[in-house]
């Protein structure tokens, strides 16, 4: 399998800054007021179409940031194969964005033909590994750019797996040639609702193999909790968060923010606050 | 041990029926990917049907909804095209019943989604006609805004989308009979507007490639109406491109 690094595609100019995620309510702010944030991040999938609101939106965001585009819809675990339709979209959308990151999810999403739109866990196995691994490079070569793969927040655990979640991930980057986004927040509510150790987990990713940070909110219900993206990151994410830049040094960070989506003020204001730990990480090394 | 496809297609299946034996811990919380899905589908639903909602109420929307996805789950990773099928499901639903018309206003809502994320091309002036030979005219074939969408129907649902703008509009009296028209986006936004029958064959015809002198004999336009027609194809700057056709060889 071709690894895309020994192809020589670059990485993009997306600054080790904070980001913000470009949502509906804030397209007009952000591109008039355009807030001092590093760069911006699309969902693939909102950008798929030839015309509309969002379209116009992000041509005119995109003129102003640096872009990475997001997907949620590919679902590259998925053993009937990848939606060779859905993937064409997505190398449309690159050719028309150009953006410096593209991004996926470690998950699945179909079966028997039918999707279930949203980011299921895999099993931890080497079949996975292998299933993975060959459908992100079968993608990365169709798309013809790298892959971040992201870990998804998980609320059950499938008894089959073999391997620690952050080893199946090592072995898809190794095997691939993808990058990895790491969703601090995710690694948070995976280890909360199913008893992991998170500290343990950015420790056992490979030092070179991480492209680019999430940080979010998140919900509680009960005992479990809910990856909704709906509120400020907890202090105990923005700890982890030290963890990981310590170790995978100062990487674009997004603050990822979409449901019960607040000011663009505040978003920008919490973009600042990753602003200011990258920073304290720079000054430390400097 | 089971395969990668098996245990994909368990937590389907799981996904599908809270009964279904699933290999994964703790098995409560499948509940958690059961209801992201089900709100994800409903959600782009919701987006994409505003005026039915307000038209049939919550709860018998929601049931819909649920039916509706048993019988046309998404297909694809992109929800976008989640309510493609949702008129052709009403419209076998409530077949025979007195609510049959919500199929053709759920047809119209689906045009409107689709327009509003077509590319609105720069349109040509009437001035354009000038290039071509009196003999030509007949034989011209427009290119139309890719945003545009014709419909007709046996029930007066232009009104009824038109009238359920807001929330709590009273009822569209049905024996307003049969209506057709348009749906475009311009610049500053969606319109939805109800069109002479003639007028409405006559872009019909257009839209499906057939020449001018064809789209007129299909509307039965007169001459004045055709004037008219003409004329409203370039005012309402419908119009993208212009070729003449070109005749297989005799």
């Known amino acids: ?286 | 041990m089971a395969s990668l496809r098996e245990l994909q297609a368990s937590f389907a299946a799981a996904l599908r029926d809270p009964d279904a034996a699933c290999a994964v811990l703790p098995t409560e919380n499948l509940s958690i990917y059961r209801n992201n899905s089900s709100h994800a589908f409903r959600a782009a639903l919701e987006i994409g049907f505003p005026v039915l909602r307000r038209r049939v109420g919550e709860d018998y929307f929601r049931q819909l909804i649920h039916l509706y996805r048993l019988r046309f789950p998404s297909r694809s990773g992109d929800l976008h095209w989640a309510g493609r099928d949702f008129s052709a499901f009403l419209l076998e639903h409530l077949h025979g019943t007195e609510y049959a018309w919500l199929a053709d206003l759920t047809r119209l809502e689906w045009s409107c989604e689709q327009s509003r994320i077509a590319s609105v091309l720069p349109s040509i002036g009437v001035e354009v006609l000038a290039r071509f030979a009196p003999e030509q005219l007949e034989h011209l074939v427009f290119a139309l805004q890719p945003s545009l969408r014709l419909q007709a129907s046996d029930f007066p649902v232009f009104s009824v989308w038109r009238a359920n703008q807001t929330d709590n509009a009273p009822p569209v009296d049905q024996s307003i009979g049969p209506e057709c028209g348009l749906i475009r986006t311009r610049a500053d936004g969606l319109e939805v507007r109800p069109l002479a029958p003639s007028l409405f064959s006559y872009l019909s015809a257009l839209a499906a490639g057939a020449p001018l002198g064809e789209a007129i004999t299909t509307s039965g336009l007169d001459q004045e109406g055709l004037v008219s027609a003409l004329g409203f194809v370039f005012s309402e700057n419908l119009a993208t491109a212009i070729s003449v056709e070109s005749k297989p060889p005799a």
């Open chain 1, 1 to 286: 399998m071709p690894r895309l690094e020994s192809r020589g595609v670059p990485r993009g100019p997306v600054p080790a800054r904070a980001g913000i995620g470009l949502r509906a309510v804030h397209h007009q702010a952000i591109v008039t007021d355009r807030p001092d944030v590093g760069w911006i991040e699309a969902h693939t999938e909102n950008y798929f179409h030839e015309g509309g609101a969002a379209v116009r939106a992000l041509e005119r965001a995109r003129s102003n940031y640096p872009l990475s585009l997001h997907g949620v819809g590919l679902g590259l675990g998925s053993a009937d194969g990848v939606d060779r339709e859905h993937l064409a979209r997505v190398k449309r959308a690159i050719a028309r964005f150009e953006p410096a990151l593209v991004s996926e999810h470690a998950c699945w999403g179909h079966s028997g033909g039918e999707f279930f739109n949203d980011l299921l866990p895999l099993p931890y196995t080497e079949e996975a590994v292998e299933v993975l691994s060959r459908q992100v490079g079968e993608a990365q070569d169709a798309l013809g750019t790298r892959l971040l793969i992201e870990n998804v927040s998980a609320y059950v655990t499938f008894e089959h797996s073999s391997l620690h979640e952050w080893e199946f991930l090592a072995a898809v980057a190794g095997i691939s040639g993808c990058g990895l986004l790491l969703d601090v927040n995710n690694v948070y509510v995976s280890s909360k609702n199913l008893g992991l150790d998170a500290r343990a987990f950015i420790a056992g990713l490979p030092p070179d193999s991480v492209a680019e940070i999430h940080l979010a909110g998140h919900a509680r219900n009960g005992s479990v909790l809910i990856d909704d993206h709906g509120s400020q990151v907890c202090e105990e994410v923005w700890q982890l968060y030290r963890q990981a830049i310590a170790r995978f040094g100062a990487l674009p960070t997004l603050i990822e923010w979409d449901t019960h989506i607040p000011a663009l003020e505040t978003l920008v204001a919490e973009s600042q606050r990753a602003d200011r730990i990258l920073g304290e990480l720079r000054g430390l090394a400097a």
